[in-house]
């Protein structure tokens, strides 16, 4: 299997109890894929397998 590293994307940063505090993890985990997609139209977002993500 092969892996590739397309772009990086942030995602927003907040503290505890904050404005985010309400979003969903995997909602606030849609964000950096949907900006990928937009940045890279010609990606096909049925390539896309597995999200690794972490701090």
């Known amino acids: 299997m092969d892996a590739y ?12 109890g904050g404005t985010l505090s309400t979003l969903r993890a995997d909602d606030l985990a849609a964000l950096p894929i949907k900006a990928l ?7 096909d977002p049925q390539a896309i397998g597995d999200v690794l ?3």
């Open 5 to 16: 590293l397309v772009d990086g994307v942030r995602t927003p940063i907040g503290k505890f």
């Open 37 to 43: 997609l937009q940045n890279h139209p010609n990606l």
């Open 53 to 55: 993500m972490g701090c």
